[in-house]
Structure formats: C-alpha cells, structure tokens
C-alpha cells in the first residue's frame, strides 16, 4: 500500500508507473526526450523516481497523462462552514493551534 511507503519509495514508485506508461504508450526514452525537448537521462532519472515535481509533469504532459493529476490530488474545497466564517474571503495560510494547555504554558501560570 502507498500510504504506509517512505517518501523515497513513493518516488520510486511513481517513476515505476511513469515507465510503465511510457511502455505501454510503445514510446522509446529517447523518442520522449525528443518530443518534449530534454535529455534521455533526464527521463531515465524520472522513471527512478529522481525528479522534479516540475520535470515529472512535463514527462507527463508528454505522455498526454495530465488529466489524471486531478485523480492524484483532487482540487481542495473550502468547507461553508469555513467560507461562512471568512465572510467569502478565500484562506490564505493554516492558524496556529490554539490548545489552552500548551497556550497557558507559554504564557506562564495564570495565578
């Protein structure tokens, strides 16, 4: 299962998938390079899972793949609840916990 893999053997993995789909496309090392104007190594790097997140979907702009990143990591929605409470302005960044315990240790005993 992937969500119990390191993040190198997740790499890996996904190079793995990203040969399988070159093959099954019949589409050379090479031939690819070519079409989207990098090295052979370059791809022979990415299908050992050593790649740039940029590099890797390029690879899969060439392999027509990039309608499946919506699969990989679908579009994040704001709860209404969330938008609700941001009186319709879109969450620029995460708010910091807010746990009274480790609030009341930072700020010293309130006694």
């Not at 093959?23 to 990415?46: D, P, S």
């Amino acid at each position: 299962m992937i969500g119990e893999m390191s993040p190198s053997a997740i790499a890996a993995e996904l190079g793995q998938r990203l040969k399988q789909a070159r093959l099954n496309q019949n589409v050379t090392q090479e031939e690819l390079a070519e079409h989207i104007g990098i090295t052979r190594k370059m791809v022979k790097n990415a299908e050992r899972g050593q790649v740039t997140l940029e590099m890797f979907v390029t690879i899969m702009d060439g392999l027509s793949l990039t309608e499946n990143l919506d699969l990989f990591l679908p579009e994040q929605l704001v709860s209404p609840i969330q938008l609700a409470k941001m009186q319709g302005r879109r969450r620029r960044r995460a708010s910091p916990s807010t746990n009274k315990s480790e609030q009341q240790d930072k700020e010293g005993a309130s006694w």
